[in-house]
């Protein structure tokens, strides 16, 4: 779902500090040039790392590994998502240093849905890929059709689908009145009730969606790090620890990323709908709200290193992994215990 970038200021006043509390919010939505130099630098170098993993990814996953598996589809969905994402700074940094009325208007009716539909979209493939992890590793001699990569693929499909067609509708909705929120300033939100309480309604939904994916990957790591531990010491203790670390690397990336965007949305959506008036605060939360995001934007970066940890072939391909299984090639696993492990 499209989060647009609503504030995208710019004052061309001195503000005292006895003066902040009694700004208007349409005279309050400012920014700093040093903060805008920091997200820039800060976009160019995600940008730059990005493309080069992400296209590295692309190249090993589509042209060298065939879909054996739910997994490698989730991960293939993961790369095309991180991929858009990156590809979309490009406009977003252009937004930041040269704001003007239509490339305001191209970012906010399509870049600014690009990026944010690929951000959930990578929020839900990470929470798939933990999903099926949890049910090979701690139940793993039960058939779920959940595991089978025709579900992965109608999953991915509805994922894909009802992301565009919420992204789509809202954008249409939040854009529908061609009066911008502040006459000297290019943002996306529109004056107006309707758009406050589709921006607050929509965007407390993402919350709540969010959260409840959050605690189903928590969820997850507890479980599969309880059976781990319950399994006997053997001669795979070893891919118990590696197991064991996979997923919650896979966690630590989900809490570094977007659990600080997540935190500070909720406040930021009461800012800019005005149920929090306060000139300080809002700029305080509109400087919060784009660092977290920065984090968010990080994942793409991040991700390449779940591709290598939870894909053998990944691996193989890299030349970094030499006993690392041929795509076609089946494992026979003796016990129960190795069919959790491998």
């Known amino acids: 779902m499209a989060h647009l970038e609503e504030v995208s200021p710019v004052l061309n006043k001195t503000i005292t500090s006895e003066t902040v509390n009694n700004l208007t919010t349409a005279d309050c939505n ?15 170098l995600i940008f730059a790392i990005g493309i080069i993993l992400n296209s590295l990814a692309f190249w090993v ?21 991180d991929s858009l994402l990156v590809l979309s700074l490009p406009i977003k940094i252009l937004k930041d240093n040269r704001p003007s009325a239509n490339l305001n208007k191209a970012y906010c009716s399509f870049i600014a849905c690009i990026f944010y539909l690929n951000m959930y979209s990578s929020v839900f493939f990470l929470a798939y890929i933990a999903a099926t992890r949890y049910l090979k590793i701690v139940r793993p001699l039960r058939n779920y059709a959940f595991r089978n990569l025709k579900t992965a693929k109608r999953l991915s499909l509805g994922t894909w689908s009802i992301l565009l067609l919420l992204a789509i509708l809202f954008a249409i909705l939040i854009n529908k009145d061609n009066k911008p929120k502040l006459s000297n300033s290019p943002i996306c939100l529109r004056d107006g009730v309707g758009q406050r309480a589709i921006y ?88 919060a709200k784009e660092s977290s995001l920065l984090l968010s934007t990080l994942n793409a970066c991040f991700d390449p290193v779940i591709y290598f940890l939870f894909c053998k072939a990944f691996r193989s391909k890299l030349g970094l992994d030499k006993r690392a299984l041929e795509p076609n090639e089946i494992s026979v696993p003796a016990n129960a215990s190795q069919v959790m492990l491998d």
């Open 200 to 287: 607050f309604f929509a965007h407390t939904a993402g919350l709540v969606m969010f959260f409840v994916v959050l605690a189903g990957i928590c969820y997850c790591y507890l479980q599969i790090s309880t059976q781990l531990h319950l399994l006997p010491s053997s001669p795979s203790l070893k891919k118990q620890t590696k197991a064991k670390n996979n997923i919650l690397i896979l966690l630590v990336v989900f809490f570094i990323c977007f659990v600080p965007y997540h935190i500070i949305k909720l406040p930021y959506i009461l800012s800019q709908t005005e149920l929090i008036s306060d000139c300080y605060w809002q700029r305080v939360l509109y400087y």
């Open 30 to 44: 400012f920014t700093s040039e040093g903060f805008t130099i920091f997200k820039t630098i800060a976009c160019i």
């Open 61 to 81: 996953y589509f042209c060298h590994i065939p879909n054996t598996n739910a997994i490698i589809f989730y991960l293939k969905n993961l790369v095309i998502a």
